[in-house]
């Protein structure tokens, strides 16, 4: 099952709760839901063969803000 991406999961310096915890496509996380801590994290599992899988929404939502900021 592939795993999704945190966004957000600070604000203002404060660690947000579960429930508010924001990822890259929009999913609400349940408790105790394994998640990447960011994009880094997620590149470094592909990378070395991880058994954990990206969200590919979550990858599709990085790439367009990564295209946006090179053009």
Known sequence: ??????????????????YQVETWCGHQPGAFEWLF???QHAVLCIEHGGSQVPCKRCLKAIRDVIDREVK
Not at 1 to 18: A, E, T, W
Request: glycine content about 4%; hydrophobic content about 30%; cysteine-free.
């Open 1 to 18: 099952m592939p795993k999704h991406i945190i966004k957000y999961d600070h604000r203002d310096g404060v660690k947000l709760p579960q």
């Open 37 to 39: 801590q960011d994009a």
